[in-house]
C-alpha cells in the first residue's frame, strides 16, 4: 500500500515536471533543471520556470489535492460516494457572490478574495440548515447543500442575464469554467494558513473516519466522538474547497473522481486514502491544466471545463466497469 | 454491574418507559423481552449512554453513565446494534479492529501488540479467526452477526449490550450464538439483550426482564417468567405452556 501511495507521490512530481515543459513555449528538460537550480538566473527560461509556470503548477497542484482531499473527507463522513467538496456550498456561494461583485462593476483582482469569503459563508449557511443537536444530519447535510447550490446557481444566471450588454458577462463565465490564469506566488501564500488550518483540523478526525467505515451507531459505541468528527470535516473540507475556488474558480469533478480512484489504488484506510487523493488530485489537475495549455496555444482551455471532459467519462466508465463485473 | 435505578425514557415528547429499576451483576446474563414497540431497544441504547434519560440514573460499575467521557464509556460498556449496516469493502479483520478506538489518543494512529492480541482473542471468541481477511460484504448474516459481536468483545469492556442478536438467524445459528453469550457472561461480563424468542430467552438467560406498558412488568428466573399470566397480558395472547421431559418449561402463543 505504501509503494502504491509512494508511486502516486512520483506521478504527481512527474506531473508537475511536465507541466513545467510544455505551453506556449516548450522547454528543453535541461534548461528546466537548470532553471529550478538557478533561481535567481536572469535568462528567459528562469524567468518563464520561476514567474509563469512553477507559480502557475503549483496553483493548480494544490486546487487538485484541496479538491481530492476534501471529496475524501466528505465521503467518507457521509458514506456517500456520490459526495463532492461543493456540496458544502463552498462553489455555488462563491460564484454567486463573484457573480454579483463583477455585475457591480468591482475589479476582477479582488474575485478570488471574495470567492473565498463568500464560500466559507456559504459553507456556514449549509451547516446552520444541516444542523442537528450538537451534530450534523448527513440527511439534511446533502439536501440544505444542492438547494442551496441551486439557489446561489439562479443568482449567477441572472446576473449573466443582466450583464449580458456589458463586459462583466464574459468575466463571470471565466470564472465559473475555471482557470487558474492570472494567479501567482501571492494567491498560493494567502491560502496556505487555510489549507494548513485545515490539515490541522483533519488530523484529529482521521481515525474517527477510520471507525466511521462501520456506520455511526457501531462507531459511536466504539468511542467515537461523532459530532466532532462531523464538524471538524466539515470545516475543513470546506476550507480546501475555498481555498480551490480561491485558486482556480469552479473546478468541478476532481473531488468526485479522484477519492474513487484513489479507494481503488489504495484501498479505504483512511490514513492512506487522504495522502493518496491528494498525490492523485494534484497529478490529475496539473497535467489537465498542461493540456489545456498547450492544445490549443496560445489561446488556452478552461481547466474546469477540460477536467470535466475526462473526468465525466471517465467515471462513468469506472462505475459502469464495476456494475458489469458484479 | 450495570444499576439501572428508576429510569424513566421518553422518544420525542412520548413517554416511553418509566420507573424501571434492575441490576445485571458480573458473570450474568439478562435478557430484555416484551412486545414491539414497548422500549426494548431505548432502554438498552440508554444504558449505552447513546439515549438521554427522562428521569433516574444508570450506573456501570458505581460511575453514572452520563458522567462518563465518549471514550470512558467506550471502553466499560459495548453496544451492538440490531440494524445491518452495510460496510463495502472492508475486511473482517478491519471491522473487528474499529473495537480498539476508545484504546487510542487521537495521534497514535498505529495497531499496538495489544490491539492485535484483543482482535485476535476476540475473532477465536466468536470462531471467525479463519475470516480475518475476507471481505466483510461476503460474509453471511450470521457470520456478519459474530463480527459485530468481536468488534465489541475488542472493545474488552465489562460490560455488553446487545439488541436483538438472533434476528435473522436460522435455528441453529441462534442456538451458538446464545452459547457464546452464556460463554462470555459465565467468564465475567455483564450482558444484556434484548431477545424475541421467548424460549430461546428463557433457555439461556439467568433472568428475564419483560417490559409492557410503559414499566418493567417482571423481573424473574426464565422458569417464574413463563409461568406468569402477566405473559399472555403483556404480549395480549394466550399462551400454551409445555414442561418438557427435561424438566424446562416452554411458551407457544395460541393461534387465535
Known sequence: ?326 | MIEVRDVALEVGARSLLEGVNFSVARGELVAVIGPNGVGKTTLLRAVAGMHALAGGSIAIDGVPVGALSIHERARRIAFVAADETPVEALRVRDVVATGRYAHHRWWEWRENASDGSAISSALAEVGMERMRDRVFSTLSSGERRNIWIALALAQETPVLLLDEPTTHLDVHVAQRMLGLLQRLARRGKSILCALHDLNDAAAYADRLLVLGSGRLRIADRPDAVLESPLLDEVYTIEMERIRLTDGSLRVFAKKR
Open chain 1, 1 to 326: 500500500m505504501l509503494l502504491r501511495l509512494a508511486g502516486l507521490a512520483a506521478v504527481a512530481a512527474a506531473a508537475m515536471l511536465v507541466g513545467l515543459l510544455v505551453g506556449g513555449t516548450p522547454l528543453p528538460a535541461s534548461d528546466v533543471l537548470g532553471a529550478l537550480a538557478h533561481p535567481r538566473a536572469a535568462s528567459d527560461v528562469a524567468v518563464i520556470v520561476w514567474q509563469l509556470r512553477l507559480p502557475r503548477i503549483c496553483d493548480v497542484a494544490f486546487v487538485g489535492a484541496s479538491l481530492a482531499v476534501s471529496g475524501a473527507l466528505l465521503q467518507g463522513l457521509l458514506r456517500n460516494p456520490l459526495v463532492d467538496p461543493y456540496l458544502t456550498g463552498v462553489s455555488a456561494g462563491a460564484a454567486a457572490a463573484i457573480a454579483l461583485a463583477l455585475l457591480a462593476g468591482i475589479s476582477a483582482v479582488a474575485a478570488p478574495g471574495i470567492g473565498f469569503v463568500a464560500g466559507l459563508g456559504s459553507a456556514l449557511l449549509v451547516a446552520a440548515l444541516a444542523r442537528r443537536g450538537t451534530g450534523l444530519d448527513p440527511q439534511r447535510l446533502i439536501l440544505a447543500g444542492v438547494s442551496l447550490s441551486a439557489f446561489f446557481s439562479a443568482i449567477v444566471a441572472l446576473a449573466i442575464v443582466r450583464a449580458q450588454s456589458g463586459n462583466s458577462a464574459s468575466a463571470i463565465i471565466g470564472w465559473l469554467a475555471g482557470s487558474p490564469a492570472g494567479r501567482g506566488w501571492n494567491d498560493i501564500a494567502l491560502s496556505l494558513p487555510y489549507a494548513a488550518i485545515a490539515a490541522l483540523l483533519i488530523l484529529p478526525a482521521v481515525p474517527a473516519l477510520n471507525a466511521l467505515r462501520v456506520g455511526e451507531v457501531q462507531a459511536r459505541s466504539a468511542g467515537v466522538h461523532v459530532e466532532r468528527a462531523q464538524w471538524l470535516v466539515l470545516a475543513s473540507a470546506a476550507l480546501l474547497a475555498a481555498c480551490s475556488v480561491e485558486l482556480a474558480g469552479m473546478v468541478g469533478f476532481v473531488g468526485l473522481i479522484v477519492p474513487h480512484v484513489a479507494r481503488r489504488l489504495v484501498g479505504y484506510d483512511v490514513r492512506v486514502l487522504l495522502p493518496a487523493s491528494a498525490f492523485a488530485g494534484a497529478a490529475l489537475v496539473t497535467i489537465a491544466d498542461a493540456i489545456c495549455r498547450t492544445i490549443a496555444a496560445p489561446a488556452e482551455l478552461p481547466l474546469g471545463v477540460l477536467l470535466a471532459f475526462i473526468g465525466v467519462p471517465a467515471f462513468l466508465y469506472l462505475y459502469l466497469r464495476d456494475g458489469s463485473a458484479r
